[in-house]
T-cell receptor, first 112, second 114 residues
Framework: SQKIEQNSEALNIQEGKTATLTCNYT??????LQWYRQDPGRGPVFLLL?????KEKRKERLKVTFDTTLKQSLFHITASQPADSATYLC???????????FGAGTRLFVKA | DTEVTQTPKHLVMGMTNKKSLKCEQH?????MYWYKQKAKKPPELMFV???????INESVPSRFSPECPNSSLLNLHLHALQPEDSALYLC?????????????FGPGTRLLVL
């Protein structure tokens, strides 16, 4: 069956360090992958989209990589801040883009 | 306006009640979605409307009844729910629902079924 795996353990890092979150998937061949941020009790907010022919994409302090051979995406936040504390979800589309499947997310805590 | 609004923010209902969740967007999007999210779990797709027609129903029990009165509005009618239906219900929209699109989510309705 199709599956998306993200670290279920929370990630605790010190302010100013780089946070790296992992998304692994099986039995998908996605044309693109997305990362969302979700704060407690709120809806997810889109951050970045990376296509299968893109190795890396950046937006301000965020960087995403996409390795279709390893079936893995890495999400990096450089110079992390306490305000970056949230749950980060990766998402893939199936059925030709009609249906988005989300990973369970990784909770990030950035300590001042 | 890039906002999706949802009402109410919180809802407590008994198992015999009938209630409705509402969602609205004014971004001109033609695809709208309902998701259910339990604590520490990913959002799970329930329904997709594309151009006001139901295009995906993820085998959701009939006690949940979606309605799309027009391209800006999406309702979820609730009847005879069970305590296990307690969750955060999220509405989202996207331009067409096809291909490489980002979804815009509302803040959700926190539902508690007693």
């Amino acid at each position: 069956s199709q599956k998306i795996e993200q670290n279920s353990e929370a990630l605790n890092i010190q302010e100013g360090k780089t946070a790296t979150l992992t998304c692994n998937y099986t039995n998908y061949s996605p044309a693109y992958l997305q990362w969302y941020r979700q704060d407690p009790g709120r809806g997810p907010v889109f951050l970045l989209l990376i296509r299968e022919n893109e190795k890396e994409k950046r937006k301000e302090r965020l960087k995403v990589t996409f390795d279709t051979t390893l079936k893995q995406s890495l999400f990096h936040i450089t110079a992390s801040q306490p305000a970056d504390s949230a749950t980060y979800l990766c998402a893939l589309d199936e059925a030709g883009g009609f249906k988005t499947i989300f990973g369970a997310g990784t909770r990030l805590f950035v300590k001042a | 306006d890039t906002e999706v609004t949802q009402t109410p923010k919180h809802l407590v209902m008994g198992m015999t009640n009938k209630k409705s969740l509402k969602c609205e967007q004014h971004m001109g999007h033609r695809a709208m979605y309902w998701y259910k999210q339990k604590a520490k779990k990913p959002p799970e797709l329930m329904f997709v409307y594309s151009y006001e027609k139901l295009s995906i129903n993820e085998s959701v029990p009939s006690r949940f009844s979606p309605e799309c009165p027009n391209s800006s509005l999406l309702n979820l009618h609730l009847h005879a729910l069970q305590p296990e239906d307690s969750a955060l219900y999220l509405c989202a929209s996207s331009p067409t629902g096809v291909g490489e699109e980002t979804q815009y989510f509302g803040p959700g309705t926190r539902l508690l079924v007693l």
